[in-house]
């Protein structure tokens, strides 16, 4: 293993599946149907896979936790040249979640990211108890904390630019809610989110055709989902659904080993 590249687990808490990966090329331990319906329930569904398995962890090992976007509210942020310091980014951030009726306060711990410099940014926020709680799991059990993100903000972070022109549709697939992000040569240009009542495939279909009429020129879709390749339901109706509303865009699905 590079030095360069030091090795670490990566870890999945969503309603309906968790997950632990003990290393890079380990081999991936699945929970199929955890009810998580809140954050508690992610500690309570961590404290288990690690109870389980934990084993296979070395003393001292980083952990990359990916959570549900559900709890961990998300907004974009448009560029401002003007703002620098750490408290002038809360104060923008904030001011956008206030926008969408999104009541975060001290309670909550804000991270503020901007992938490129004069492209469009990203503001997240989790329970400060919660985040002290997990660190105390961790502690408990000799490992540390390497990384904590929703996995919308893991799309901003990881998905691949379009380089030719053309847009490309990052589009987070879960239990309760789906999400789009947007981008072009310039990085993130949108983000729009779809709770799912009745099926999938309904939500998929009404999420596609707003973003459809409002970027016209999407090429490429990745699919973000928790399920592993052998598990997923309705993977063709959802390729179907994709293909109808976005005939002529390539697809791909990043299922949960793929996404570090």
Not at 82 to 102: N, P, T, V, W
Request: proline share 5%.
């Amino acid at each position: 293993m590079s030095l360069l590249l030091p090795d670490f687990a990566s870890v999945g808490l969503f309603p309906g599946r968790a997950w632990l990966r003990p290393g890079r090329n380990a081999e991936t331990v699945t929970v199929p149907n955890a009810s998580m319906v809140g954050q508690l329930d992610m500690l309570a569904t961590l404290n288990g896979l690690l109870d389980e398995h934990g084993k296979l962890l070395p003393k001292g090992r980083r952990l990359a936790l990916a959570v549900s976007d559900q709890v961990a509210p998300m907004v974009v942020l448009p560029w401002q040249d003007s703002l620098r310091q750490e408290a002038e980014l809360h104060a923008y951030a904030q001011a956008h979640f206030d926008k969408q009726g999104m009541q975060i306060d001290d309670s909550a711990v804000m991270q503020v990211d901007y992938r490129h410099y004069g492209g469009m940014g990203i503001a997240f926020a989790i329970k400060r108890q919660w985040m002290q709680e997990l660190l105390d799991v961790l502690k408990s059990r000799d490992l540390r904390l390497h990384r904590l993100a929703p996995i919308s903000a893991l799309a901003y972070w990881k998905q691949t630019i379009p380089r030719k022109g053309g847009q490309c549709l990052s589009l987070q697939m879960e239990v309760r809610r789906q999400s789009g992000l947007i981008f072009d040569q310039s990085g993130l240009i949108g983000m729009d989110v779809e709770p799912v009542t009745g099926t999938a495939v309904d939500a998929s279909t009404r999420l596609l055709r707003r973003l459809q009429v409002r970027y016209t020129d999407i090429r490429e879709v990745c699919q973000r989902t928790a399920s592993a390749p052998n598990e997923e339901v309705g993977q063709d109706q959802e390729q179907t659904c994709i293909q109808g509303i976005l005939p002529g865009a390539a697809v791909r699905t990043l299922y949960q080993a793929g996404w570090d």
